[in-house]
């Protein structure tokens, strides 16, 4: 089981930056896909990247080219590298397994783009 606490979320101007930090627990974290999502007010809950146990990495069409998802398996954290930052991509960020578990989600992290 991954129990996940994200962080790194905030206020953001657009065309700003932000970098998210997902810390997991488990000493078998470095097995596991991991999986940035987002959900706007409103709206379901998406994937928005994906890395897997190997380094190999997803992005949502209107991700590419702005995030980048990384993996430390030595410290057990997935990140979240977003460039250019939209108004669109204000929403709440979970980092879960990939495909996600219903009992590894955490709290999210905030992240408000302003234009």
């Known amino acids: 089981q991954v129990q996940v606490v994200e962080s790194g979320g905030g206020l953001v101007q657009a065309g700003g930056s932000l970098r998210l930090s997902c810390a997991a627990s488990?000493?078998?974290?470095?097995?596991?896909?991991m999986g940035w999502f987002r959900q706007a007010p409103g709206k379901e809950r998406k994937l928005v990247a994906a890395?897997?146990?190997?380094?190999?990495?997803y992005y949502a069409d209107s991700m590419k080219d702005r995030f980048t998802i990384s993996r430390d398996n030595a410290k057990n954290t997935v990140y979240l590298q977003m460039n250019s930052l939209k108004p669109e991509d204000t929403a709440v960020y979970y980092c879960?397994?990939?495909?996600?578990?219903?009992?590894?989600w955490g709290k999210g992290t905030l992240v408000t783009v302003s234009s």
């Open positions: 890395i897997s146990s190997g380094g190999s990495t």
């Open positions: 488990g000493r078998t974290f470095s097995i596991y896909a």
């Open positions: 879960n397994t990939n495909p996600p578990r219903m009992d590894s």
